[in-house]
T-cell receptor, first 112, second 114 residues
């Protein structure tokens, strides 16, 4: 079993749809959870981070963490064509970047 | 300045060439990283520098040689690479011990080895 699993997609949705992206993990020591967005031929950019369980909202984006199920989600409301990218989850047991584990990424296409 | 700048953006090199990738940040970050990313795969950690000292080398072949001349610069020296080393090479930086909030990637160098 991989340490972090993520459906690679591609996921295609119409503009305005609510998008749900998910990751599951096996290491119960993870307590920092991040979502990165990566456009084609660019480096990943940090979208959201959450510590431990709970929800966090930032504009059209909501991150949820359920540590009991070892499951995290990113919701995108009112999706736009500009949201078309690969979304990578990342998680860590500690505060040091060298401990990050990235999921394989989900490719999202939002169709106009 | 909230960017990590990588040069060159594209590089094609032969298997006998020597080249260097450069990375620069002026955010005062004291942790800097090199990642390798193959197509449709997540980034894989190669090296970590903390306060200009190499702290982690993730079993990377010696044909990749990192260097951190100062707190703002990170280089990756390449020599005798193989075609399978073709990938997107990403530099990142963060405040030491605050990586979950301030981890910034550059746009990468797309390397092709012929």
């Amino acid at each position: 079993q991989k340490e972090v699993e993520q459906d690679p997609g591609p996921l295609s949705v119409p503009e305005g749809a609510i998008v749900s992206l998910n990751c599951t993990y096996s290491n119960s020591a993870f307590q920092y959870f991040m979502w990165y967005r990566q456009y084609s031929r660019k480096g990943p950019e940090l979208l959201m981070y959450t510590y431990s369980s709970g929800n966090k909202e930032d504009g059209r984006f909501t991150a949820q963490v359920d540590k009991s199920s070892k499951y995290i989600s990113l919701f995108i409301r009112d999706s736009q064509p500009s949201d078309s990218a690969t979304y990578l989850c990342a998680m860590s047991a500690g505060l040091h970047g060298q401990n990050f584990v990235f999921g394989p990424g989900t490719r999202l296409s939002v169709l106009p | 300045d909230t960017e990590v700048t990588q040069t060159p953006k594209h590089l094609v090199m032969g298997m006998t060439n020597k080249k260097s990738l450069k990375c620069e940040q002026h955010m005062g970050h004291r942790a800097m990283y090199w990642y390798k990313q193959k197509a449709k795969k997540p980034p894989e950690l190669m090296f970590v520098y903390s306060y200009e000292k190499l702290s982690i080398n993730e079993s990377v072949p010696s044909r990749f040689s990192p260097e951190c001349p100062n707190s703002s610069l990170l280089n990756l020296h390449l020599h005798a690479l193989q075609p399978e080393d073709s990938a997107l090479y990403l530099c990142a930086s963060s405040q030491e011990g605050q990586a979950q909030t301030g981890y910034t990637f550059g746009s990468g160098t797309r390397l092709t080895v012929v």
